[in-house]
């Protein structure tokens, strides 16, 4: 009798570990933020921030590379670690950005009414005919022109983007 066999595990053959691997979802070795995602995926979803073109209606008026690397500087002084570096920005987004403001999600009028951090980032509550849906903030359009204060969103694309 094999080893495996003794002591009761399965074994598994190459063909059917390919099958599992093809149906099973890739286990990220740590947690996935979007500043983890160094590499652009294949096919990024349409204006995400994370390695596709931005849209006109997504950029805040220029800012300077120097403009943003000291916006992100204020927010994440004193903060040791990316979730620290991330309460950070949720902190000066709520604090500074003007809210409610009406942005278009999809096509759809929606209203952005506050801003919540999440395990995986910051996220806009949108409400729409008494509907609320949470969108990742790298994945909000803004209205042109943007809402005061949306300079702290650009500074958080800028962190996710390298950090």
């Known amino acids: 009798m094999n080893p495996e066999a003794q002591r009761g595990t399965n074994t598994v053959s190459a063909e059917t570990h390919s099958a599992i691997a093809l149906r ?4 990220s070795p740590c947690p996935i933020f979007p500043h983890n995602l160094a590499q652009p995926r294949s ?3 349409v204006g995400s921030g994370l390695g596709g073109h931005l849209p006109r209606l997504w950029r805040v008026e220029e800012l300077s590379e120097e403009e943003l690397d000291a916006l992100v500087e ?3 002084i004193d903060a ?6 991330l309460t950070g920005f949720a902190v000066m987004i709520e604090d500074n950005l003007e809210m409610p403001f009406e942005t278009t999600v999809l096509g759809v009028t929606v209203l952005v009414k506050g801003v919540t951090q999440t395990a995986s980032g910051i996220t806009a509550d949108c409400v729409r005919d008494g509907y ?4 990742h903030v790298l994945d909000l359009p803004l209205p042109e022109p ?4 949306a300079e702290w ?3 958080y694309r800028h962190w ?3 950090a």
């Open 24 to 27: 099973s979802p890739r286990r």
């Open 43 to 45: 096919n990024p979803p």
């Open 74 to 76: 204020q927010a994440t």
């Open 80 to 85: 040791y670690g990316d979730d620290e570096q």
């Open 132 to 135: 609320h849906q949470a969108i």
């Open 146 to 149: 943007p809402p005061k204060g």
């Open 153 to 155: 969103i650009a500074a």
């Open 160 to 162: 996710a983007r390298f």
